[in-house]
Structure formats: structure tokens, C-alpha cells
């Protein structure tokens, strides 16, 4: 009965009204919040089991503050890359996610180089001590998810040289660059965090 | 009216056919690896269900132990087989029954089963959306939990029996193998199963919230939105931020186990000798786990809720008494979730001073959820009341949840709890206040949803003695545990022998009373299993809005087909609260139907909104714009 009265309604008119985000990208982004409040879960047991004292002083491998620079320039390349998609300047976009995934892959080795530096200190990831264990724990960890940052990196790479990322094509990159600055920052917030709670 | 929409939407039907060629799916993409978003939600229905009966047994058998501690249970063997030695439960495997009923009801029944049903379900009926964001990892999301329940069901017939160390696992109990049997591969499964059951979750949770936030339809604003839907959206955003947090948890427990870490075992002699694990703390991992144990809860609780406010606002015919402080109760619940956990860690020698912080932040919970127990009962009243089955276990829940309630007044007092802790009074609490109150919930939304869901109605007769028998079942069995409690019996124990005073032979009566109740209650289960699953293919047809609701899912078809709308989506207007209005010829305004088309029961600033209806007409082709591939 009052139903009928739905079709007396006009629909000339039709403003054009975004409805919300792409739906990609904001599960990304909640993806972004559950991996943070993971690691903030591991930061803040770092600080509850520091905070009862039987802990050992230890120095940071110092190839992580190299590893760190690698991957914020590897961070710098990722924004060129979606830079140079949106201009169509698709040379310089697969030069710069070449370079990207290098110094993604680069960071990696870095990072394994810095447990064999551990080891060398006779820092074990069981069996030494608890604050070395936390080290293996975050680098690893991180490291882990570096990995599944290189295989997103490598099928948006795939897709640039297939020609299938352009200025009307862009959610792929999009996405992939999201993600990989996020893994930057939370690699950079990891040692910062350690750098100052040794 | 209700054949005239069908026939509209029929008409619609074929225009729609035609534009995207929907092939109809073969039997496995249809119904086992459906990416449809109702299809989902039956399988997360049934597998609850399933879990439900394999969860309550358990309960059972250890209340056959409580209750009646010099039974003959000889007659078991056929089913526990070892278990039983000399006609007496084996201790180990009493443990291993607490810790795989609190396991399962906690995760798979009450998590998985209720969020996860309904979520998927009403979601997209509700909001006005063809399918969750993402069909495939709504549909990877229930895969991965059928994997962790395939696991952790085979953990149940280990040699060694499953997880034993209470649904909590603290270590070092449960990091040591050579603790107890249960530690040792029953853990590990229960670690590999839970660590799946949480992918599901956030899989879950991921898609709900992009759900809601993205798909509504055109004037579906955030305050139109049906309460159940801002309650699946709250435990989204809880289960998002908690369960990884449990996850990192798991994970350092895993390492603990297997790789020889000591993130959680400093000090630890067995047989007078010193495992070479030091510098770990126990204690942290129960901050962790609580982390996210405590919004777990809420997780658990909020559907329910959620859909209690709607099953009352529709039979009571009246609109739900405070709509926004039911939403700013259920915001001020979830952010208390996160900053109260430490008020179940009371007794772990913490600092008293932060004891009565977390028992402050833990009381101020009262208030958010008395606000909603006054909103339920202020909807209720004089509310020209409709009894059916889903309406008495709403009503139901109501109850449990204010008696279940006030006891955590008295044991979120950190002095209080000194007394209280890890006794039948604390196990009395939780049953009412989040497991039975979910369960009804639960039972609520199957009753009032299983016309939209299989098109047929549950027998209403089944359905009212199912309530009284549950609902005087689960008094008879968990108020008397409040004295028990007080008396000073501990839970999880075995056997009670050697308690002061006698007390295990005054309280004997009690206990054996509870666990009468108890399999009474049990049993009046199979009347609502009988009538689930004889509903499902015999009972009487449904008619399109049976209950006279005004959400959206009841504007779809009887047998809602994949899309949802054989059409266009409706349009939202209006709340969907609009029950018994002053000069409406219905006492029902469905949520689709403009103010301008019910001039007589407008009130004077929804005559002002008439002129934006026309802009939401407007939207419709930007809606359409989202699901053209």
C-alpha cells in the first residue's frame, strides 16, 4: 500500500555522490591496524618483561642502521613508482620498482646478516637470554611480513612491465605502495623502539 | 501489499538477468564453497550448532563427576573408552573436559557461531547490499575456521587427550609438555587450531567493517542503521584490535614449546631439577591473553545485544527506547573492553594501586550496560507485546544478562576478589552474564531469522517449551552456583575432598541438584535441534515479513536468491524503528517507505526531511556504479 507510493518519486535529477572508499584499499587499511596491534602486543611485552629487571644489556647489530636506510630509500623508489604511474611515464615506473624490490630483497639479506652478528655475540634465539630472543622476534617477524611486502611488490612489478598499470589503472600500485610503506614505518618504529629500550 | 512488491521485484528480475548473466553456481560453489554471504552464514550456523551439542556433552560428563561423585560411569566406556578407569572419570581427562568446553563455547559456538552467523548474515540484508565486500575472503574466512574445528576436533581423540590446562592456557602449565598429558601434542593442536580460528576471525572482521562502512545503500546513514548492525560492527573493531594480540601471544608461547625460548618460564624445577629456561615471565603472558580475553567477552556479548534490541523493538511494536544511547552505550562498552583486562589478574600479586585503577575502569562498565538493560526494559513497556519463541529468549537474555550483571559488580572489586576468584561464584557470573545471555541471543536470532533464512517458520509450540525448559534450566543451574561459590569451591577441581568443615557434604545436595538441571537443561536442547533441522525442509511457509518488521531483509523475497534484491536495492528514508506511530494506518513504516509517502504520521522535522529524498533517489545509479565490474 504505501510502497506503491515509491514510484510517484522523481529521478531526473541525479547528483553524483562518492559513497564511500574503495573497499580494497580500506581493507588494507584494517588489515594495516590488526598487523600494528600485533606488534604492539610484542613491543609492550618487551617493556613489561624489561620492566622486571632480569635483563641483560646488549648491543644492536649495527648492520640493522644500514638495513633501515635501505629500506626507507626503497620506501623513496615505491612513491617515484606510483608517481611515474600516474604520469604514464612508464620507463621511469619500471626502473623504479625494480629498484624498489632490489633494495626490498637487499633489506632482507641485512637483516639475516644481523642474526649472524647475534650469533657471533653468542645471542641465541633460545637458549641465551630472553632479551635476545625479543630481537630475533621482531626482526623475524617483521621480516616475515617484509616477505609477503615482496610478493605484492613483485606482482605489481609484473603487472608494470605487462603495461597493465597506467594513470586509469592504479589500484594495484596503490595498494602495493600502501603496504610497503607501512612495513617501512613499522620496521622504523621496531628500531627506534629497540635503538632506545635496550 | 506483500504480493504486490513480489511481483514488482519479479518484474525487475528479468531486466536484472539479462544485464549481468548470473549463471546459476554447480552444487559445490552453491553450498560448500559458496561465496555467497547468506549461504556462509548457515554453514557457520550449523557447524555451531554441531559444536554447541559437542560442547554442552562435555559439560555433562564433568557435571556427572561434580554432582555425583561415587556414580558407576562403567556405561561410558563405549564412548570415552580409556577415560573411564574403574568406573571413575580419569582426573586428567576432567581436566581436559573444562578446557575444551570453555574452549569451544567461548570460540566456536558463542564466536564463530553467533557473530559469525549472524554478521554475514544480516550484514548485507540490513545495510541493503548485494554480498559482503569480499565474497572470497568471506568465504576463505569460514573455510579457515572449518580447518581450526577439524582441528581441534581431532585433538579430542589424541592418546594423550587434548588441552588440559583450562581455556586460558596459561603457561607454564601449558608451555611444558611434560606437565600434564594434555600439554604435549593436545596443546599444540589446540595452539595450531586457535591460530586459524583467529585468521577466520579477522577475515571476518575485516569484511564486516568494510561491509558497513561501504556498501550501505543510498540513505543508509550511520544513524538509520539497525541496532544489530552497529552491534556486529562493534565486535568487528573489537575482534580486529584483540585477536591479534592473542595471536602474538600464541606465537611466543609456540616458540616457548617448540624452539626453547623463555619468554614465559624463568626458574621452573621438575623432579628437582632446573630447566634451563630463565628471565621469562608468566604473568605476561596472562596480560596478553586477557588483552584480548576481556574483549572477548564483549565480543561474544554484543551480537547478542544487538539482536535482542531489534527482536524487542519488533514485538513489543514500539520503537527501541534510546536508540543513540544504545549506540553511544555499545561505543563506551567497547572502548571500556580494552582497559579493563588486568580486573582477571586481581590475585597475581599486581600492584594494589593499579588493582583499584582497573576496578574503577571495571565498575564504570556498569554504567553503559545498565543503560542498555533500562533501555530494554523501558521498550518493553507497555509495549503491546508479541510472544513469540524469539521474543521470550530476548526477553530471556534481558533477564540473565541484569542477574548475570550485578555479581560482576562484586567481582570487579579488587578486594572482593581476593575471596572470590576461581570459584563457583566467578563460573556462576560468566555463565549468566555472557554465556547463557549469548546462548539466548543465539536461540533469539535463529527463531526470528529462520524465515529469512530457510523460508519456512520453527514450530512456535517446540519453540515455547524450548524456552521455559532453557530458561528454567539455566536458573536451576547457575544460581545455585553463586552459593557454592561463597562456600569456597574452587573450579576446576576434580573432587572436593578435602575442604573444611565438611563442606563437600553440606553442599553435596546442591551439586547434585546442579547437575540434574544441568542435563535437563542439555536435553531440552534436542527439541530445538529436532525442530531446527525438521523446520528446515517441513515446516510451515514463510510469508515475506512474518513478524511485520521494518528492516530491509524483509523486503527481499521469501527464498532470497544471490544479489539479494531481484531488483534495485530499496532506498532508505527513515529509521528502522518506526513501531506503532501516532496516526500511521499500520503499526509497522517499513524503513523503504519516504515520508513523503505517509504525510499523516510525519512528525514535523521528517516533513523537512522529504526534501532530501530526492537526493537519495539521486545516489542510485553511483550505488549501482559499485557492483559493475
Known amino acids: 500500500m504505501i510502497q506503491e507510493h515509491l514510484k510517484d518519486i522523481d529521478l531526473s535529477e541525479q547528483p553524483v555522490k562518492p559513497m564511500a572508499m574503495n573497499p580494497q584499499k580500506f581493507m588494507l587499511w584494517l588489515g594495516i591496524a590488526s598487523i600494528t596491534m600485533m606488534f604492539a602486543g610484542w613491543t609492550s611485552g618487551y617493556l613489561v618483561q624489561k620492566a622486571e629487571g632480569k635483563w641483560h644489556e646488549f648491543e644492536l647489530p649495527s648492520i640493522l642502521m644500514y638495513s633501515t636506510a635501505v629500506l626507507l630509500v626503497s620506501s623513496v623508489f615505491m612513491h617515484t613508482a606510483l608517481l611515474a604511474a600516474k604520469k604514464d611515464n612508464f620507463s621511469l615506473l619500471k626502473i623504479a620498482i625494480s629498484i624498489t624490490f632490489v633494495f626490498g630483497v637487499a633489506f632482507l639479506v641485512m637483516q639475516v646478516y644481523g642474526f649472524s652478528d647475534l650469533i657471533a655475540h653468542k645471542l641465541y634465539f633460545a637458549g641465551s637470554d630472553v632479551a635476545a630472543s625479543w630481537i630475533y622476534v621482531f626482526v623475524g617477524l617483521h621480516g616475515l611480513h617484509v616477505v609477503s611486502g615482496l610478493i605484492v611488490l613483485l606482482v605489481s612489478l609484473v603487472s608494470a612491465f605487462k603495461h597493465s598499470i597506467h594513470a586509469n589503472k592504479l589500484n594495484r600500485i596503490q595498494l602495493c605502495a600502501t603496504y610497503w610503506h607501512f612495513l617501512d614505518l613499522l620496521w622504523l618504529y621496531l628500531f627506534i623502539f629497540l635503538y632506545f629500550n635496550r | 501489499m506483500a504480493t504486490a512488491t513480489l511481483h514488482a521485484n519479479e518484474a525487475h528480475a528479468h531486466g536484472h538477468d539479462h544485464e549481468h548473466e548470473h549463471h546459476e553456481p554447480g552444487f559445490i560453489r552453491k553450498y560448500i564453497f559458496s561465496e555467497d554471504h547468506k549461504t556462509i552464514a548457515k554453514q557457520y550456523l550449523i557447524t555451531g550448532i554441531i559444536w554447541a551439542f559437542f560442547g554442552g556433552a562435555l ?416 536458573y536451576s543451574v547457575f544460581f545455585p552456583m553463586h552459593y557454592i561459590g561463597i562456600a569456597g569451591f574452587p573450579r576446576r577441581y576434580y573432587s572436593f575432598t578435602a575442604l573444611a568443615n565438611n563442606a563437600q557434604d553440606s553442599f553435596a545436595d546442591l551439586n547434585a541438584f546442579i547437575s540434574i538441571a544441568a542435563i535437563i537443561t542439555f536435553s531440552a536442547q534436542a527439541i530445538f535441534a529436532f525442530n531446527f533441522f525438521y523446520s528446515i525442509f517441513k515446516g510451515k511457509k514463510a510469508t515475506q515479513n512474518p513478524w511485520n518488521s521494518t528492516t530491509l531483509e524483509w523486503t527481499t523475497p521469501v527464498i532470497v536468491g544471490h544479489g539479494n534484491w531481484p531488483g534495485e536495492i530499496p532506498a532508505v528514508y527513515r529509521w528502522p524503528y518506526d513501531y506503532s506511530k501516532p496516526g500511521a494506518a499500520v503499526d509497522f513504516i517499513p524503513q523503504n517507505v519516504p515520508f513523503s509517502a505517509t504525510p499523516e504520521s510525519n512528525l514535523p522535522e521528517e516533513t523537512e526531511e522529504i526534501e532530501n529524498e530526492k537526493e537519495i533517489d539521486g545516489l542510485l545509479d553511483t550505488q549501482n556504479s559499485v557492483y559493475s565490474h
Not at chain 2, 545495510?127 to 585433538?155: C, E, P
Not at chain 2, 594423550?160 to 607454564?172: E, F, R
Not at chain 2, 550485578?406 to 575471596?419: C, E, H, M, R
Open chain 2, 59 to 474: 559439560s555433562i560428563i564433568f557435571r556427572l563427576q561434580l554432582g555425583f561423585p561415587d556414580l558407576n560411569l562403567d556405561w561410558l566406556k563405549p564412548v570415552l573408552g580409556e577415560w573411564i578407569v574403574e568406573g571413575k572419570l580419569e582426573k586428567e581427562f576432567y581436566l581436559a573436559l573444562v578446557t575444551m568446553h570453555g574452549t569451544i563455547m567461548v570460540f566456536f559456538v558463542l564466536t564463530a557461531g553467533l557473530s559469525g552467523t549472524f554478521s554475514n548474515f544480516l550484514i548485507p540484508l540490513q545495510i541493503g547490499a548485494r554480498d559482503m565486500a569480499s565474497g572470497f575472503l568471506n568465504m576463505l574466512s569460514y573455510w579457515f575456521f572449518f580447518l581450526s574445528s577439524v582441528i581441534m576436533f581431532t585433538s579430542l581423540f589424541l592418546e594423550t587427550g587434548p588441552a588440559s590446562g583450562g581455556w586460558v592456557i596459561y603457561p607454564p602449565l601449558s608451555a611444558l609438555p611434560q606437565a600434564m598429558p594434555g600439554s604435549g601434542l593436545g596443546m599444540t593442536m589446540w595452539l595450531m587450531s586457535m591460530t586459524f580460528f583467529i585468521v577466520s576471525s579477522l577475515l571476518g572482521g575485516i569484511n564486516y567493517i568494510c561491509t558497513v562502512i561501504n556498501l550501505r545503500t543510498r540513505g543508509m546513514s550511520f544513524t538509520k542503521l539497525p541496532l544489530t548492525i552497529w552491534a556486529f560492527f562493534f565486535t568487528a573493531v573489537l575482534g580486529l584490535l584483540s585477536f591479534p594480540v592473542l595471536l602474538s601471544a600464541a606465537l611466543l608461547l609456540i616458540f616457548d614449546r617448540s624452539f626453547g625460548t623463555s619468554f614465559y618460564l624463568s626458574e621452573i624445577y621438575i623432579g628437582g631439577e632446573a630447566l634451563p629456561n630463565v628471565g621469562g615471565s608468566a604473568i605476561l603472558y596472562q596480560h596478553l591473553f586477557w588483552f584480548l580475553g576481556h574483549p572477548e567477552v564483549y565480543i561474544v556479548l554484543l551480537p547478542a545485544l544487538g539482536i535482542t534490541s531489534e527482536v524487542i523493538a519488533t514485538n513489543a511494536r514500539k520503537p527501541i527506547f534510546g536508540y543513540r544511547a544504545m549506540i553511544g552505550s555499545m561505543m563506551g562498552i567497547t572502548v571500556l573492553a580494552f582497559i579493563v583486562w588486568a580486573h582477571h589478574m586481581f590475585v597475581t600479586g599486581m600492584n594494589p594501586f593499579l588493582g583499584s585503577v582497573f576496578m574503577l575502569l571495571t565498575l564504570i562498565i556498569a554504567v553503559p550496560s545498565a543503560v542498555k538493560a533500562f533501555n530494554y526494559i523501558t521498550t518493553l513497556w507497555k509495549g503491546n507485546i508479541i510472544f513469540t519463541p524469539g521474543m521470550l529468549f530476548s526477553i530471556g537474555l534481558v533477564s540473565l544478562f541484569i542477574s548475570g550483571g550485578v555479581t560482576g559488580i562484586i567481582l570487579g572489586n579488587s578486594a572482593l576478589d581476593i575471596n572470590l576468584h576461581d570459584t563457583y561464584f566467578v563460573v556462576a557470573h560468566f555463565h549468566l552474564v555472557m554465556g547463557a545471555a549469548s546462548f539466548f541471543g543465539l536461540l533469539a536470532g535463529v527463531y526470528h531469522w529462520f524465515p529469512k533464512m530457510f523460508g519456512r517458520m520453527m514450530n512456535k509450540t517446540l519453540g515455547y517449551i524450548h524456552f521455559w525448559l532453557t530458561f528454567a534450566g539455566v
